[in-house]
């Protein structure tokens, strides 16, 4: 099933517990991990999230330092005042540095639906993250509350003493760590390249992504909140599972150079993008009415036009919107059919595509009918101007539905080794004559065509 993106909105839910969420885990000054990489997460689902600090762990993309554990007073104090006032059935837990904070967690997550353990031994770093003697106690206590168990390889290992060195191994310590007490297990496979396995006692399951590599931090502290926040929602588990491992692949993927160090996962990318797919889609209708104020009917060709706009990383016709049904021409005015959207024009958004192989800051375009004047108008107006003989088009390429437009961009680049302000050609047999205006922006492409509406009219 294909996932769409859907934060959650308050009105979704009726009970405070599913709109908030705990974390429990230490801090990590630099923002990717821990703590802070947690609300992030929780928060990138449209869940409130609360946080119980149990150690500041004195790091930055580099590395860890120094642990500085917060005392077991300081914990207990925390969950006892964000519990005694917000409801709430999920917890997340990272770091917990001592058995002393061990026990008193448990007794505060004894009665939650979702308790999400990420048992964090130590740092990339191989900084230790875990005293000896807590770990003896989250193996023989702690793990017998725990909803989800999400170790990696190296974590399952030392909390099993086995070694793993094939996928069948992965699987046996599923098992062992679920007889010892996890309701779930999880153990992420990167370090195996292979798939991350969840057992739920009875069946394995396998979730894979595609590979990318790069070491980027905070990517296990980030999964299994995304666990936990969607089954927060009220996603089943394997589900939830599913959504995350997209979910970190993406911020993998668009992960952010801040240090010197590790590039950090983007927590929030989903959202940056969602709000840059709104402004692509407003910035269109804007640019719509400038055209429509003008009245440049008069612009509009046999096929009629349309006006597009696509993503800064735009890879396919899906992230360039355009107008569904296109720009036409009514009574001597210009109507559009539907309001924009992704996906809406299939030409056009190949076109743009095209041009930002060569430059990524052109994202726009328009076609509209040609004739001499507008040309004239276009030169008069110091637009870069590129004209391209159809003639000379290859066979193949005239046969391929939509490679014409690719063509033209392509060869005027090995031309003129820029990409023009107006790119036009004369047709073809059954091709009408075409000019394209290309612009940063719908509001640039049309301020460029109502300069030349206006001149024309000058003219007449
Ligand atoms: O990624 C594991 C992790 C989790 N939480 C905190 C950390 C680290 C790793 O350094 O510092 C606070």
């Known amino acids: 099933m294909q996932y769409v993106w859907r934060p959650m909105c308050h009105k979704d839910t009726e009970r405070s517990s599913e709109i908030n969420a705990l974390t429990i885990a230490g801090s990590d000054p630099v923002s990717g991990a821990g703590i802070q990489a947690d609300i992030k997460t929780f928060h ?8 119980v600090i149990t150690s500041i762990v004195i790091q930055n993309t580099s590395g860890v330092v120094e642990r500085m554990d917060l005392s077991v007073e300081s914990v207990e104090k925390q969950l006892n005042v964000v519990l005694s006032d917000m409801d709430i059935k999920t917890v997340k837990i990272g770091v917990i540095p001592k058995k002393d904070i061990s026990f008193i967690v448990r007794g505060y997550i004894k009665d939650f639906e979702y308790v999400v353990y990420d048992p964090v031994l130590e740092s990339k770093n191989e900084y230790k993250l875990m005293d000896n003697e807590n770990l ?3 193996k023989s206590e702690f793990i017998k509350d725990i909803f989800l168990i999400t170790p990696n390889m190296r974590e399952a290992e030392i909390l099993t003493g086995r070694k793993i060195l094939t996928k069948e191994d992965i699987k046996e310590t599923c098992k062992v760590l679920h007889d010892m007490g996890a309701k779930n297990v999880l153990i992420t496979g990167g370090d195996l390249n292979s798939a991350d396995i969840l057992y739920n006692g009875s069946k394995f399951f396998e979730y894979r992504s595609e590979k990318i590599k790069k070491t980027v931090h905070g990517t296990g502290c980030t999964f299994s909140s995304a666990i936990a926040a969607n089954l927060a929602k009220g996603n089943t588990l394997e589900r939830s599972i599913e959504i995350s491992k997209k ?4 911020g993998i993927k668009n992960s952010v150079k801040c240090g010197k160090g590790y590039e950090v996962i983007d927590h ?3 959202l940056k993008k969602e709000s840059e797919r709104y402004c692509v889609l407003k910035d269109l209708e804007r640019a719509f009415y400038m055209l429509k104020n003008e009245n440049i009917y008069d612009f509009i060709p046999e096929v009629q ?3 597009v706009f696509s993503l800064k990383d735009a890879e396919n016709i899906e992230d360039v919107a355009g107008f569904p049904g296109r720009i036409i021409k009514v009574d001597k005015k210009i109507e559009i059919l539907g309001f924009p959207d992704f996906n809406a024009s299939r030409h056009m958004a190949g076109l743009v595509l095209t041009v930002m192989k060569y430059n990524r800051e052109i994202r726009s375009a328009m076609n509209i009918k040609y004739s001499e004047e507008i040309i004239k108008a276009c ?3 110091n637009y870069t101007v590129s004209y391209i003989d159809r003639k000379n088009e290859p066979e193949e390429i005239r046969k391929r539905e939509g490679e014409s437009l690719k063509w033209e961009i ?3 680049f090995k031309k003129t080794g820029k990409i023009p302000d107006v790119l036009y050609d004369l047709g073809d047999i059954g091709k009408e004559a075409m000019v394209r205006v290309f612009g940063k922006t719908p509001e640039d492409v049309a301020e460029k065509i109502i300069k030349i509406h206006r001149l024309l009219e000058e003219v007449q």
Request: hydrophobic letters at 35%; a negative charge; aromatic letters at 18%.
């Open 247 to 250: 979910y970190i692949t993406e």
């Open 268 to 270: 929030l990318y989903r």
């Open 410 to 412: 392509d060869e005027t």
């Open 379 to 381: 030169k008069n107006l």
């Open 305 to 307: 036009s349309n006006l």
């Open 44 to 51: 990138a689902f449209g869940l409130y999230c609360a946080s």
């Open 136 to 138: 003896s106690y989250i």
